[in-house]
Each structure stands twice: as structure tokens, then as C-alpha cells.
């Protein structure tokens, strides 16, 4: 193996994956409001999203990089599911978590996530285009990088989703509840809003 490969690969993977991003603005939205247990689910969700898009790109990096087109589209419909989750999170009720049961966000919702999540998209393109060769080449080589990246894109949405629920036990009142909501929501929002900021 390249070494200086691997610590260039490293260097790239491990800010991408801790950063704010949708997956990690929602865990941590999501876990302030029903906890980290509750959380895990969607995670789950996430993490087959996340390697399934990342196995999807690594088959496809031809393609996509000669199809601006694509990423003109995803950006805005992707800006567009996030500020409608952030949404979502803003307008929520305070009740009680077992009140809330049918509101929790499961495997699904972290599956298509990933669908509309352009920082996914980004991530993934470039670590094939500027890594790829880290496994060597071939199909397992794509599969062995993309699990690479899940090493570390695992403990990064479970990191976001414990801080969210830290604030929970923090913001423990109705009315605390409610500004950690909004405060979440529109961390969300914001998310979705740079996304369609040129670059």
C-alpha cells in the first residue's frame, strides 16, 4: 500500500465526514429530540445510503464528472428535502417522546437522504477521482474504499447524534425544547441554503 496515499486519503476522509453536513445536522437535530437510542435506526439507514451511493459512484465517476447537469439538478432538489426536513424539526410539538413515536425518523428516511444529499455526492466523486487507486483498481478496490470511508463516516453521525442528545438532557423544559428545535431546524435550513451558494 502507498502510505502517503493513505495519510492524503485520511487527511481528506476524517474533516468530510466530522463536518456539518445534512446526515450530521440531522443526528444531531434528531437526537436532541428523542435521544441517541432512537437515533440508531436512522443511522442505519444512513450508513447503507451512504455505502450504497459511494459503491453507485465509484462505478459511475466517468460518467458523472462529464455530466455537470447532474449536479446542477441534485444540488437544488437536494437543498430542497433538507430545508423541508429542517422545516419539519422548526414547526415540531414539545410533548413527551412517547407522544412522538410515529414523528421518529427511521432507516428510510437516512436511506433516500442520501439520494439528495450533495455532499454525499461531492465527497464520493472526489475520493474516487483523487483516492481511488488507495486498494489498488477493480471492483473489490471501490468496495474495500468505500467501507474504508464508512470507518470513519460511522462514528461521525453517532458523535453528532450524542451531542444532540447531551442537549436534550441540557434543554430538559417544554420552552427549552422548543428553541433547541428551532435552533436545530434552522441549522438544517442553513445547511440546505449553502448548498445552493456558488462555490
Not at 415540531?92 to 450533495?118: A, H, Y
Not at 464508512?150 to 461521525?156: I, K, N, R, T
Amino acid at each position: 500500500m502507498d502510505y502517503e496515499l493513505l495519510v492524503a486519503t485520511l487527511a481528506f476522509i476524517i474533516p468530510m465526514c466530522f463536518s456539518p453536513g445534512p446526515n450530521n445536522v440531522l443526528c444531531a437535530a434528531h437526537g436532541s429530540r428523542f435521544g441517541f437510542k432512537s437515533t440508531l435506526p436512522l443511522i442505519a439507514g444512513m450508513a447503507i445510503g451512504w455505502s450504497t451511493l459511494g459503491i453507485i459512484i465509484g462505478f459511475s465517476t466517468e460518467f458523472i464528472s462529464e455530466n455537470e447537469s447532474v449536479f446542477i439538478f441534485l444540488t437544488y432538489i437536494s437543498a430542497t428535502y433538507i430545508a423541508f426536513l429542517g422545516y419539519q424539526i422548526t414547526i415540531s410539538k414539545t410533548e413527551k417522546v412517547e407522544n412522538q413515536r410515529q414523528e421518529r425518523l427511521g432507516p428510510i428516511t437516512g436511506i433516500i437522504l442520501q439520494i439528495f444529499n450533495g455532499k454525499a455526492w461531492v465527497h464520493f466523486l472526489v475520493l474516487m477521482v483523487s483516492f481511488g487507486s488507495l486498494f489498488g483498481s477493480g471492483p473489490s478496490a471501490i468496495v474495500a474504499l468505500v467501507m474504508f470511508n464508512l470507518l470513519f463516516g460511522l462514528p461521525a453521525v453517532m458523535s453528532w447524534a450524542a451531542f444532540g442528545h447531551v442537549l436534550k438532557r441540557i434543554f430538559d423544559t417544554p420552552e427549552q425544547s422548543r428553541i433547541l428545535n428551532l435552533v436545530m431546524g434552522f441549522a438544517l435550513i442553513g445547511v440546505a441554503v449553502w448548498i445552493i451558494l456558488p462555490k
